[in-house]
């Protein structure tokens, strides 16, 4: 059994930053730790950014802001989010998969006042 436990989220002003944090407990293997995603109420959960080797993919809203990280060896990866926006306040979320699994992490909080 593998769990994905994030950190780092909060509230900041527009224009600060934030760094998130993912990392897997348990069994991880074969585990891929590769994304970030996040959720507003009653939306679509989004792809924010994935990491796979040295290849990123990153949503078009958050290009040139937020940097996706990520230590194989120790299945954990990391978003730096700089100059938040209030559009960027949401539950972000950690994804892993096993296989043709999906994993999630419990989701931790970004919140962004203007």
């Known amino acids: 059994q593998v769990r994905l436990v994030e950190s780092g989220g909060g509230s900041v002003q527009a224009g600060g930053s934030l760094r998130l944090s993912c990392a897997a407990v348990?069994?991880?293997?074969?585990?891929?730790?590769n994304g970030w995603y996040r959720q507003v109420p009653g939306k679509k959960r989004e792809l924010v950014a994935k990491?796979?080797?040295?290849?990123?993919d990153y949503a078009d809203s958050v290009k040139g802001r937020f940097a996706i990280s990520g230590d194989n060896a120790k299945n954990t990866i990391s978003l730096q989010m700089n100059n938040l926006k209030p559009e960027d306040t949401a539950l972000y979320y950690c994804?892993?998969?096993?296989?043709?699994?999906?994993?999630w992490g419990q989701g931790t909080q970004v919140s962004v006042s203007s």
């Open positions: 994804h892993a998969y096993v296989g043709i699994t999906d994993i």
């Open positions: 348990g069994n991880a293997f074969s585990l891929n730790v």
């Open positions: 990491i796979r080797g040295s290849n990123t």
